[in-house]
Nanobody, 123 residues
Framework: VQLQASGGGLVQAGGSLRLSCAAS????????AGWFRQAPGKAREFVAA????????YYADSVKGRFTISRDNAKNTEYLQMNSLKPEDTAVYYC?????????????????WGQGTLVTVSS
């Protein structure tokens, strides 16, 4: 499975961005997808995840109510709509996919990773 992330950029605080992650290859083998982020000098942290079968979602407390993860099954693409962005949301954002049927927040339980896309939120 190959993942291609896009949509990062520079935005002012309070603004919005939408990230996309297109999957290709053996996509029938993946059951959940997630977004993680990594700020300079910090560990990679969970942001949001979605289960394909029932569109069940889970969010980190830091983004709950501001970010929305979704998936277009026909396009094999996940999206992360980010609203009310804050400077502390600045990070490289990574999409990931898992063969697990249960949503997980640990990066180690994701099997495939896309390249990162940089999100910079200015104050």
């Amino acid at each position: 499975v190959q993942l291609q992330a896009s949509g990062g950029g520079l935005v002012q605080a309070g603004g919005s961005l939408r990230l996309s992650c297109a999957a290709s290859g053996r996509t029938f083998s993946i059951y959940t997808a997630g977004w993680f982020r990594q700020a300079p000098g910090k560990a990679r942290e969970f942001v949001a995840a979605i289960r394909f079968s029932d569109k069940n979602t889970y969010y980190a407390d830091s983004v709950k109510g501001r970010f929305t993860i979704s998936r277009d099954n026909a396009k094999n693409t996940e999206y992360l709509q980010m609203n009310s962005l804050k400077p502390e949301d600045t990070a490289v954002y990574y999409c990931a996919a898992s063969t697990q049927v249960i949503i997980h927040t640990s990066p180690s339980l994701y099997d495939y990773w896309g390249q990162g896309t940089l999100v910079t939120v200015s104050s």
